[in-house]
């Protein structure tokens, strides 16, 4: 109860639209517009642009996969990890295996009878023979069209299938429960029905629902370990302890379908898990670290028996040195596609850069100018969240929601150059006289009002110690020399770099 709880919660916080049911005809988009662009032009771009930065496909292509099925904002990017394993097979089918989250529990698993599921990229048709061929031989099978017309858990996988098995039919089916005695006879019926078929299975699942994030990297990796050793019994016994962990509702809201795709592989052949990607939403652009979701993409395949969680290794810790000019030239590209991904698709990319300097935490700004003139600069002084994903955090913010200038428009950024400051921790100063301009960036405070000036504006501006506090104070909407008495002053450094001025 609390499980099915927890992913009605998470459906409807993530927007679920209303559908109508569908009877055996086309079921229509229900989350389009919501989950993933409604748009057909913005939705090719988006998986262009999420199949590119996938992590590329192993050598042993899938048996089954496990992928999450948030909004592609958050985990489309780790799902794109997963279907990139299967690019370039030829495949007659692929069996979509989802939980429910949108009605009541129901006992059996609902396979689809519609003829096909729209989408903006157009109609993926059923495999109505295979449906039927499992209503004849599992009793588990059944056929509820309100458990499909509003679930999200399958639709947003319908469209990476489209784009890269254009020829495919799909099997969406919906599990009413997570009975793991179902869920073991369902997926035998359906290893039997598949023999002699080119089929991909994946389960759709996200991982821990709700605590904050450092708790969910702790249960998410315990789940995903458990789930790749393709041991059933196993998974389940960790499900169980990661649930009892503080603020985790549910471990896995797909555990039927995951044990589902589990007996599945076994019977067609896999021996081997592997982990492939993993994160949660609150190492998004658009997360927050309080409350997250977690978010793995897995396959079996029939390679040497095992497991694999390389994935899950954490990076190499940062050094603390400067960035090198690579480093650098990654957060620039970095900024510069955050603000290109709103306008073209509204996914921002996932921030998961190949150096360790760039995981570590830490504050920094981002400045944009177009043509000569300022038009937003917003940064935080200490940040908790790895560095790049701080800088593509700012590059939105300034571009979006600097109150000083109008929103940056799709037009500008042509024209727009972007430079960025990533900051040495804040530094209290007792005596101003310590303060050298062009050198120190400073905060000040008083009466309960605050500024901060980056190290290069005093320089941009020509200014000495006394003017840079003056202005100070002036932006903090104190009286000019306000400083000279009852302020308190804390400074920092900046590593400055920017893109070369756009003519």
């Keep these: 109860m609390r499980r099915q709880t927890a992913v009605l919660l998470l459906a409807l916080l993530l927007g679920t639209c209303r559908a109508a049911p569908p009877a055996e005809?086309?079921?229509?988009?229900?989350?389009?517009?919501?989950?993933?662009?409604?748009?057909?032009?913005?939705?090719?771009?988006?998986?262009?642009?999420?199949?590119?930065?996938?992590?590329?496909?192993?050598?042993?292509?899938?048996?089954?996969?496990?992928?999450?099925?948030?909004?592609?904002?958050?985990?489309?990017?780790?799902a794109a990890d997963g279907w990139k394993q299967a690019e370039g097979l030829a495949l007659d089918v692929v069996v979509l295996l989802a939980p429910n989250h949108t009605v009541a529990p129901f006992r059996g698993i609902s396979v689809s009878r519609a003829t096909g599921y729209r989408t903006p990229l157009g109609v993926a048709a059923v495999d109505r023979d295979l449906a039927a061929r499992l209503a004849g031989t599992c009793p588990e099978a059944t056929w509820r069209p309100e458990a499909h017309a509003r679930e999200?858990?399958?639709?947003?996988?319908?469209?990476?299938?489209?784009?890269?098995?254009?020829?495919?039919?799909?099997?969406?089916?919906?599990?009413?429960?997570?009975?793991?005695?179902?869920?073991?006879r369902f997926g035998r019926a359906l290893a039997e029905a598949l023999r002699g078929r080119r089929a991909l299975v994946v389960a759709s699942s996200d991982l821990s629902h709700f605590p904050t994030q450092a708790r969910a990297?702790?249960?998410?990796?315990?789940?995903?370990?458990?789930?790749?050793?393709?041991?059933?019994?196993?998974?389940?016994?960790?499900?169980?302890?990661?649930?009892?962990?503080?603020?985790?509702?549910?471990?896995?809201?797909?555990?039927?379908?995951?044990?589902?795709?589990?007996?599945?592989?076994?019977?067609?052949?896999?021996?081997?898990?592997?982990?492939?990607?993993?994160?949660?939403?609150?190492?998004?652009?658009?997360?927050?670290?309080?409350?997250?979701?977690?978010?793995?993409?897995?396959?079996?395949?029939?390679g040497a028996p095992g497991r694999d969680l390389a994935a899950l290794a954490p990076p190499a810790a940062p050094s603390g040195r400067p960035l090198d000019a690579a480093e650098r030239r990654a957060l620039l590209q970095l900024a510069r596609r955050t603000l290109e991904a709103h306008f073209r698709t509204g996914i921002p990319p996932l921030p998961r850069p190949d150096s360790a300097e760039l995981f570590r935490p830490g504050g920094a700004f981002v400045t944009l100018r177009h043509r000569e003139s300022l038009r937003g600069c917003i940064g935080t002084l200490q940040g908790e969240a790895p560095l790049a994903l701080t800088v593509a955090?700012?590059?939105?913010?300034?571009?979006?929601?600097?109150?000083?200038?109008?929103?940056?428009?799709?037009?500008?950024?042509?024209?727009?150059?972007?430079?960025?400051?990533?900051?040495?921790?804040?530094?209290?100063?007792?005596?101003?006289?310590?303060?050298?301009?062009?050198?120190?960036?400073?905060?000040?405070?008083?009466?309960?009002?605050?500024?901060?000036?980056?190290?290069?504006?005093?320089?941009?501006?020509?200014?000495?110690?006394?003017?840079?506090?003056?202005?100070?104070?002036l932006k903090a909407g104190l009286p000019k020399g306000a400083w000279r008495q009852g302020a308190r002053f804390w400074t920092f450094r900046a590593e400055v770099f920017a893109e070369p001025r756009r003519p």
């Design 25 to 78: 005809g086309l079921r229509p988009p229900a989350v389009a517009g919501s989950f993933y662009p409604a748009e057909r032009s913005r939705l090719e771009a988006a998986l262009r642009d999420l199949l590119a930065d996938a992590r590329p496909a192993r050598h042993e292509p899938p048996i089954a996969l496990v992928l999450p099925h948030a909004g592609y904002a958050f985990s489309g990017q780790i």
């Design 152 to 184: 999200h858990a399958e639709e947003v996988q319908v469209p990476f299938i489209q784009t890269l098995f254009p020829r495919a039919h799909i099997l969406p089916c919906v599990f009413g429960t997570s009975d793991p005695e179902m869920a073991r």
């Design 217 to 302: 990297e702790v249960a998410d990796r315990a789940t995903l370990a458990a789930l790749a050793e393709l041991d059933a019994g196993a998974f389940q016994r960790t499900v169980r302890e990661v649930e009892r962990l503080e603020g985790v509702d549910t471990a896995a809201c797909g555990q039927g379908p995951v044990l589902a795709v589990m007996e599945v592989a076994r019977r067609l052949g896999a021996r081997r898990g592997t982990i492939l990607s993993y994160a949660n939403s609150g190492g998004t652009v658009h997360g927050e670290p309080g409350r997250v979701v977690g978010y793995g993409a897995a396959m079996f395949t029939a």
């Design 393 to 473: 955090r700012m590059a939105l913010r300034s571009g979006l929601a600097d109150p000083r200038f109008p929103p940056v428009e799709a037009g500008d950024l042509g024209g727009l150059t972007i430079e960025v400051s990533v900051l040495t921790p804040l530094r209290p100063v007792s005596d101003s006289r310590e303060i050298v301009p062009g050198r120190d960036g400073v905060l000040l405070e008083k009466d309960g009002r605050s500024a901060v000036f980056l190290p290069q504006v005093a320089t941009e501006q020509g200014w000495g110690r006394e003017a840079l506090l003056d202005q100070l104070s």
